[in-house]
């Protein structure tokens, strides 16, 4: 009962004891085997693609994508400035530059506006734009309706970061279905997971192969260890795949669980003045992180102090993501900036949102927000 409340915490149940009790008496415990094809099928037929691979992060799947797009040393790649480092360090692996663009207010995702501009100045200036990397942040896809149209007449390729987005929905289309291909992440926080692992997912075939050959130290089809290109040891375990069949079989139920946690919070602060939860109204949203943005001026206190408070409580909150433009290791690169992502930094908290946050653990957080407001 008194266990530490965190953000989003795995949920595991006896479905994914029997797939990987299934994987280890096969004998498929390499990263190749039965489960790991399955899983691909199935995620990719999840996400609406036609093909999918496999790989050992989120993080993985990001930088084969760049790499299939065609992205080289000296590019420049258009990337959220607020979203978590994964997304700017695979721009970094591939010897391309990240240049950081804002968000959005209502939702934090990719300023549509600030990346045409961003395009257009890099352009003049005479570089290369090698992608374009929205990120479906908290679980809300980006505004494709606008990027994907902006990005074809750019002539740039979009890669999609739904890292955070699985089983979410952009105007009937599901994340990961948006641009020329998307990563998928399966880290133990998100959404479903495999411990560590995530995804490539595409409907172009010549894209997932150029991926599924780098993911495999890029080895060539011949009797002997011969290789042209340099390759990567990105493959994922078949037994982490069969870890994955059982979560993916229960996603929805997971999905459910978070969209009911979402409108209670909604409704807990519905009556506080100057708090608004990022992306509420979204119905394709998955709901991966429940986050509030406070006005300080109108609540009368600060997301940091409620933070503060449920800290009391042993129950984890965490302030949204500290934007690449303002973090040490991406110091004075370049960013088209309107001031919206500092604010959110500044105002935002993502507060307890796991399917597997029971009603004992439910009554404690919601318990403290509520003694936290009646004090104010």
Known sequence: MNARVYLSPPDMSGTEERYL????????????????????????QRCGTAHAVGVSSGTAALHLGLLAL???????????????????????YTGAEPVFVDSRAEDGNLDP??????????????RRVGAIVPVDLFGACADYGTLVPLAEALDVPLLEDAAEALGATRDGRPAGSFGRAAALSFNGNKIMTTSGGGMIVTGDEALAAR??????????????????????????????????RGQLSRLDEMITR????????????????????LGDGDPGANCWLTTIAVEPDRAG???AELGAHL?????????????MHAQPVFHGRRAWLTGVADRLFATGLAVPS???????????VFGAIGEFLEGR
Not at 76 to 81: I, N, S
Not at 232 to 240: C, Q, V, W
């Open 211 to 244: 991926c599924r050959h780098l993911a495999t130290q890029a080895r060539e089809p011949v009797p002997h260890y011969e290789h042209i290109d340099i390759g990567y040891n990105y493959r994922l375990s078949n037994l982490l795949a069969a870890v994955g």
């Open 301 to 303: 206190w600060t997301a």
């Open 70 to 92: 065609g992205v080289k040393a000296g590019d420049a790649v258009v990337v959220p400035t607020l979203t978590f480092a994964a997304t700017a360090n695979a721009v970094v």
């Open 354 to 364: 796991g399917s597997a946050l029971r009603e004992p653990a439910q009554e404690r």
């Open 113 to 126: 506006d600030l990346v045409e501009r961003a395009v257009a100045d890099l352009r003049r200036q005479g």
């Open 311 to 323: 800290g009391t409580h042993d129950i984890e909150t965490r302030p949204v993501w500290k934007p």
């Open 258 to 277: 978070r969209r009911q946690l979402r409108e209670r919070y909604a409704k807990t602060f519905a009556g506080a003045p100057g708090v608004r939860l």
């Open 21 to 44: 009790v299934n994987a280890l008496r096969s004998g498929w415990v390499a990263p190749v085997g039965p489960d790991l094809d399955a899983f691909e099928r199935e995620i990719a």
